[in-house]
């Protein structure tokens, strides 16, 4: 078969069973079928697939050829809907839960080898013996280095249920060594910084926002309250986002009562909307927020309330721009989708999801074509839809459209962007702990200070 001709036998079975996902899966209702007509469609669809499976030349993976096309059907809807097959689903989740099985360690794989950049304090690679700088080589009786062998595979080998055992071949300096390792439960954080950068300022650094995000950061809160911390710089550069309900746990903190933080709405979901309760213990406390071009969705959701509401200082630079909702669906192999129901909008009314109707390749590429005109080191490089103007509740003019964009911009620090990259590829820089390498990172300019008066915050 031509590739032309698979291609075109793809695409309609693609639809084929994108039709059979919607009609029998996710509990669409018959009693729409007179409303709309749509499922006269996906009834056409189920008849190119009853005739390709009665007439088609060869036999068909229908499995395989399923999984492709639904996956294929998936992201010509938007960026973020997505299929994720049984072992992609099970990692995702679990680098959210707050803990994984595994053996506990961190690397990179710079040259196609392996190399220990962190031994997780308590893990059992720590109990075994492992070092930063070991080589991994082997794994069982897998060779994984210099060998192409994927990173994503070597992780999965190195992972498994707490409780079974793996053999992991490691070389130092010029010796091999074996270590059998007992997987265990290894924590995930997610506050990966807390300290104060004077007597009176707290800095708090959050990678992400998983299922222990708030308990991890009201913990770090208290230790910095009984330093002295009156004011806090906020660090969500970097943060890619995760669960809602924690950023929205998290904005209560800082927001007085009945102060919006979010609402969601889509076609086939109601609006809803989500207030503070004025509960939180860093209402009355000056709030620096950091952002840059990769903070994204949950901390777009943060940043956009305390910046709408007037509430603290956005420094830094212009966010992502994911303001879509995925809602997941399983299925009964343990695969699933991600699928975009709502978009989510600051309290100004903004959404701040960026275009992506010129394709994935142009959606994913934003980033880069940023730093190309200049956006990452000239506020004046950075694009704003001046057709699309909010207001905040202070009276402050925001713009929607693409991001949050930071009342305080700051041009990239390349040397800080220089020792983020030396951290990941050179290992001996991986003995820093995350305190000590983000007291390096970390640049709180005169901006930042200026932002942390009092009489400042809300004014900016």
Known sequence: ??????????????????????AGLVGFSPRSRGKTGIYREWDKL?????????????????????EAAIAEILSKLDPHSVYMRPEDLADSESDLAGNFDGIGIRF??????????EVIRGGPAESAGLQVEDRIVRVDSIDIAGVGYPQDSMVRRMKGPAGT???????????????????????????????MLNDTTGYIKLDKFSRTTVMEFAVAGSELLESGMKKLVLDLRDNTGGYFDQALTLSNMFLPEDADIVYMAGL???????????????????????????????SEIFAGAIQDNDRGVIIGHRSFGKGLVQEPFYFTDGSGIRLTVARFYTPSGRCIQKPYSEGTEEYVTDIYKRYLSGELFEADSIK?????????????????????????????????????????????????????????????????????????IGKQ
Request: glycine share 8%.
């Open 384 to 456: 704003v839809n001046t057709d699309s103007a909010y207001h905040t509740a202070g009276g402050r003019t925001v713009y929607g459209g693409g991001g949050i964009i930071p009342d305080v911009f700051v041009p990239a620090d390349t040397s800080a962007e220089y020792v983020a990259a030396v951290k990941k590829l050179l290992p001996r820089y991986a003995r820093m702990t995350d305190q000590d390498f983000y007291r390096e990172y970390v640049r709180i300019d005169n901006a930042v200070k200026e932002a942390l008066k009092p009489h400042e």
């Open 268 to 298: 086939h979901r109601k609006r809803e909307s989500y207030k503070a309760n004025g509960k939180g213990t860093f209402v009355d406390m000056p709030l620096v927020v950091l952002i840059n071009e990769n903070s994204a969705s949950s």
């Open 108 to 117: 990179t794989v710079p040259e196609d080898t392996a190399i220990v950049t």
């Open 46 to 66: 189920n008849l190119v697939l009853k005739s390709v499976s009665d007439n088609y030349v060869d036999s068909i993976a229908y499995g395989d050829v399923s």
């Open 1 to 22: 078969m031509s590739g032309s001709k698979a291609t075109y036998l793809l695409s309609i079975l693609a639809g084929v069973c994108i039709g059979a996902l919607a």
């Open 165 to 195: 055992m793996v053999k992991v071949t490691v070389l130092r300096g010029k010796e091999l060594k074996p270590f059998d390792i007992k997987r265990g439960k290894i924590p995930v954080h997610c506050v990966i910084a807390s300290f």
